[in-house]
């Protein structure tokens, strides 16, 4: 069992910055993949970035330029910088860790972000 738990949203201008984090306790964190997604009102939820345990990142088209995903595992955190924020990435983001293709999967509260126009 893992258990998530985010940090690090607000409201921000746009064109301003954020970092969120996301603390896993419970497991080793490490043998985990984590990915970030969002959901915006009245939209589906979607992935924004995702990191393999060897550390391979993947972003979606919106944000590539724009938003870094990173891990520390030993911290058992990980990291999305948000720079160069738009109205648009308005959604409340939520961590997510998974292994053995989602056998295991396990996903935090979220954290809202608001970007102001």
């Known amino acids: 069992q893992v258990q998530l738990v985010e940090s690090g949203g607000g409201l921000v201008q746009a064109g301003g910055s954020l970092r969120l984090s996301c603390v896993a306790s419970?497991?080793?964190?490490?043998?985990?993949?984590m990915g970030w997604y969002r959901q915006a009102p009245g939209k589906q939820r979607e992935l924004v970035a995702s990191?393999?345990?060897?550390?391979?990142?993947d972003y979606a088209d919106s944000v590539k330029g724009r938003f870094t995903i990173s891990r520390d595992n030993a911290k058992n955190t990980g990291y999305l910088q948000m720079n160069s924020l738009k109205p648009e990435d308005t959604a409340v983001y939520y961590c997510?860790?998974?292994?053995?293709?989602?056998?295991?999967?396990?996903w935090g509260q979220g954290t809202q972000v608001t970007v102001s126009s």
């Open positions: 997510r860790s998974w292994r053995v293709q989602f056998v295991y999967d396990y």
């Open positions: 419970g497991s080793i964190f490490s043998i985990y993949s």
């Open positions: 990191i393999t345990s060897d550390g391979s990142t």
